[in-house]
């Protein structure tokens, strides 16, 4: 499907999730086995992305405001399984958003996770609107990527706090680092 659409990454998250975004089968801990299960299927996923030419691309959630339940969904968990199945076919979709909410000190989540990122997402928080209407430092964080090196897929998924054109130019330009 993503070559007929053209797309170079399908996203994936640590269970399904329904309608509302919830665990279809909601998880309170997460087991030795389960982990054994989540890393065997996992390379499964990359070895299919190698074979038809896609990456995958496991995104983290937060357990604490809107995904509880959801196995693998701290930034940590995502980044420890995609390191172990280490196949440039299988990689991280670092959601900002998200890792704001669970787990902070996003820069030095960015500066450990980013060999293994395949795509940053990003929107503040509260309110999972653009850059520049919350509490996270997107100059910061823009800046720092920038000096890692990052040159990947920055995605903007959130909600416009009024004008959609108005709330795409605050994504560019927090994202546009003079160099």
């Known amino acids: 499907m993503a070559r007929r659409l053209g797309i170079p990454r399908l996203n994936l998250n640590g269970t399904g999730l329904d309608g509302d975004g919830l665990a279809v089968i909601p998880v309170e801990q997460v087991t030795g086995t389960m982990w054994l299960a989540a890393r065997d299927t996992l390379a499964r996923v990359a070895d299919l992305g190698e074979r038809h030419g896609v990456q995958f691309v496991l995104e983290n959630l937060n357990l604490a405001v809107d995904r509880p339940g959801v196995p693998f969904a701290r930034a940590q968990d995502c980044l420890a399984l995609v390191a172990s199945v280490d ?49 996270i430092s997107y100059a910061a964080v823009a800046r720092a990527l920038a000096e890692m090196g990052y040159r990947g897929t920055i995605g903007l998924e959130a909600f416009a706090s009024g004008d959609p054109t108005v709330a795409v130019e605050a994504f560019r330009n927090a994202f546009t680092v003079a160099g």
Not at 88 to 107: F, K, S, T, Y
């Open 87 to 135: 196949n440039p076919h299988l990689r991280m979709m670092l959601d900002i958003h998200h890792a704001q909410i669970g787990e902070r000190n996003l820069i030095a989540l960015c500066r450990e996770a980013l060999p293994w990122v395949g795509e940053i997402q990003v929107a503040d928080m509260p309110g999972r609107c653009e850059p520049g209407t919350g509490e």
